[in-house]
């Protein structure tokens, strides 16, 4: 972070130095190669750290990156994809609980299409529910998420 606010201070100071420089001239030609030479000023400033850069370095760090690594990546990155499915297809559920006055609680399952996309596939609801309640939450979970009446488990506390 050091090393950004440093880099940032130099470019701002190289800008203010430029623009002071611009301004105290007042000849058109002057001006011209003023504008010129802190053009490459600027320039200069703004390439400054590819003076420091450490290829082999990068090139080590890019090689430690296998297929094996970067499955892994994709695999953390579907997990978590799936996990906030879940939460929000329960956050959901249980929205749509609290509108009919049920008071629940819900586990839902996530299962993973072909093309690798993972979908509500089926849910386990717990509490005290009325036949009413339990009708219209049905209706909603088949025809809302696609979770048909037959992965819908219902289990009265």
Do not use: F, H
């Not at 440093?6 to 100071?13: D, H, Q, S, T």
Request: negative net charge.
């Amino acid at each position: 972070m050091t090393k950004i606010c440093g880099y940032i201070m130099m470019l701002v100071a190289a800008g203010m130095i430029v623009a002071v420089g611009q301004s105290m001239l007042t000849m058109p030609r002057m001006k011209k190669i003023a504008a010129l030479s802190g053009g490459a000023i600027l320039t200069l400033t703004v390439l400054s750290p590819l003076v420091n850069l450490n290829l082999d370095e990068i090139s080590l760090k890019l090689d430690t990156i296998d297929g094996q690594s970067l499955e892994q990546m994709q695999e953390e990155t579907t997990k978590n994809v799936n996990d906030i499915i879940k939460r929000t297809t329960e956050a959901y559920i249980l929205d749509k609980a609290t509108e009919v006055g049920a008071v629940i609680s819900v586990e839902v399952t996530i299962a993973t299409a072909e093309e690798g996309y993972g979908y509500p596939y089926s849910a386990t609801i717990a509490g005290v529910v009325s036949a009413e309640q339990k009708k219209t939450l049905s209706d909603c979970l088949s025809r809302e998420l696609g979770i048909p009446e037959q992965r819908q488990v219902w289990k009265t506390i």
